[in-house]
């Protein structure tokens, strides 16, 4: 079945940059999504990278897709507090096109 | 523009009741889903509907059903509450081509007792 994992807890210092790193299961995944999820609120649309790109970038945000491996991994720059939050790795899975979300990788920004 | 709206932010109730949540797309977004995401979680998917037609189902009890109206808003409704509902629902909408990129409202919490 579909499966996304993500490591669950990521600290950095404020400046320095960060990366989320997210495995997929589904090899047929046409799209996949980095969201954003801030305490208390709904998810926040970040980037999302098309199966056939290996990388994209997106001012602060660069996404990596390595799909031999089906890894995927987003970096942020100059990491901010304001960045602290859950960030979803999400792949698009079935004819519908729903999505199939990771745990989330909670991200901590040290000032 | 509006992004997703929806109502209830937040709600409590008791065991064995009922419970409606309603979802308001972006303008011009005919497709809305419904996720659920437990405590700790990711979200899962519900629903999706498309021009009021169910388009895709996920892995929940019949105590789970929705619909859309022609407005393209949407309810979604749980019967015979139980304790494990309790979570935040996520309503997001798209254009409505299959696989269209979902943009997320901001979800209501809801706490069953």
């Known amino acids: 079945g579909e499966d996304v994992e993500q490591s669950l807890f990521l600290s950095v210092r404020e400046g320095d940059s960060s990366v989320i790193n997210c495995t997929y299961t589904?090899?047929?995944?046409?799209?996949l999504y980095w969201y954003k999820q801030e305490p208390g609120a709904g998810l926040q649309l970040l980037t999302y990278?098309?199966?056939?790109?290996d990388m994209k970038q997106d001012q602060r945000l660069t996404v990596l897709l390595n799909k031999k491996d089906k890894h995927l991994s987003l970096r942020i720059a100059d990491t901010q507090t304001g960045d602290s939050a859950i960030y979803f790795c999400?792949?698009?899975?079935?004819?519908?096109?729903?999505?199939?979300f990771g745990k989330g990788t909670k991200l901590s920004v040290k000032p | 523009d509006a992004g997703v709206t929806q109502s209830p932010t937040h709600l409590i109730k008791t065991r064995g009741q009922h419970v409606t949540l309603r979802c308001s797309p972006i303008s011009g977004h005919k497709s809305v889903s419904w996720y659920q995401q437990v405590l700790g979680q990711g979200p899962q998917f519900i629903f999706q509907y498309y021009e009021k037609e169910e388009r895709g189902r996920g892995n929940f009890p019949d105590r789970f059903s929705a619909r859309q109206f022609p407005n393209y808003s949407s309810e979604l409704n749980v019967n015979a509450l139980l304790l494990g509902d309790s979570a935040l629902y996520l309503c997001a909408s798209s254009l409505g081509g299959q696989g269209e990129t979902q943009y997320f409202g901001p979800g209501t919490r809801l706490l069953v007792l």
């Open positions: 589904d090899s047929s995944s046409t799209y």
């Open positions: 999400a792949e698009r899975w079935g004819s519908q096109g729903n999505l199939i």
């Open positions: 990278i098309f199966s056939n790109m």
